[in-house]
T-cell receptor
Framework: EAQVTQNPRYLITVTGKKLTVTCSQN?????MSWYRQDPGLGLRQIYY???????DKGDVPEGYKVSRKEKRNFPLILESPSPNQTSLYFC????????????FGDGTRLSIL | GENVEQHPSTLSVQEGDSAVIKCTYS??????FPWYKQELGKRPQLIID?????GEKKDQRIAVTLNKTAKHFSLHITETQPEDSAVYFC?????????FGRGTSLIVHP
């Protein structure tokens, strides 16, 4: 089954404790991205990757890191999480940069205390 | 970069009525306009998309129209049903990283 898998689905943690949210897709997509969703603000892009070893900042990259060592994986890293990063996070993938439909993961709800 | 405005932010209709959600975009080079539906607690899923070489596309009760001159596109849902209740996002892509609107919460009252 074609899918984008995120883990964990839920996480409650404390300020400053490094965490990683994993994202994996099995559709051989080149393009992957991370979004955060906050009430009233819609989906805002954090980082995106057009292919292996190619990543770039989206609209709200501060406080986040990503890596793309393999085509299927695109982890989101919060080196020193803060409460303002409490949000619902979605990973997405597609066949090309921006003119193909995106496939979203099921989301990760992060709470930073 | 691209800027996408979506209106209204909330739309409440009676079952059987039509619903229209409108989006405008700023980058004339954008050529791909998808619409996503997000049910409560779930991921956004593509429901329909349109490319700049057509002005309208229809899929059963859902249609999308595109006016490239005016840089706006709209989602039309006819004969709404309670299961249409969700948040709907428009997006614009093709020239830049895809940019999403802020979403419209559609409520269909039985």
């Amino acid at each position: 089954e074609a899918q984008v898998t995120q883990n964990p689905r839920y996480l409650i943690t404390v300020t400053g404790k490094k965490l990683t949210v994993t994202c994996s897709q099995n559709m051989n997509h080149e393009y992957m991205s991370w979004y955060r969703q906050d009430p009233g603000l819609g989906l805002r892009q954090i980082y995106y990757s057009m292919n292996v070893e190619v990543t770039d900042k989206g609209d709200v990259p501060e406080g986040y890191k990503v890596s793309r060592k393999e085509k299927r994986n695109f982890p989101l890293i919060l080196e020193s999480p803060s409460p303002n990063q409490t949000s619902l996070y979605f990973c997405a993938s597609s066949f090309s940069q921006s003119n193909q439909p995106q496939h979203f993961g099921d989301g990760t709800r992060l709470s930073i205390l | 970069g691209e800027n996408v405005e979506q209106h209204p932010s909330t739309l409440s209709v009676q079952e059987g009525d039509s619903a229209v959600i409108k989006c405008t975009y700023s980058d004339s080079a954008s050529n791909y306009f998808p619409w996503y539906k997000q049910e409560l607690g779930k991921r956004p899923q593509l429901i329909i998309d349109i490319r700049s070489n057509v002005g309208e596309k229809k899929d059963q009760r859902i249609a999308v129209t595109l006016n490239k001159t005016a840089k706006h596109f709209s989602l039309h849902i006819t004969e709404t049903q309670p299961e249409d209740s969700a948040v709907y996002f428009c997006a614009a892509g093709g020239s830049y990283i895809p940019t999403f609107g802020r979403g419209t919460s559609l409520i269909v009252h039985p």
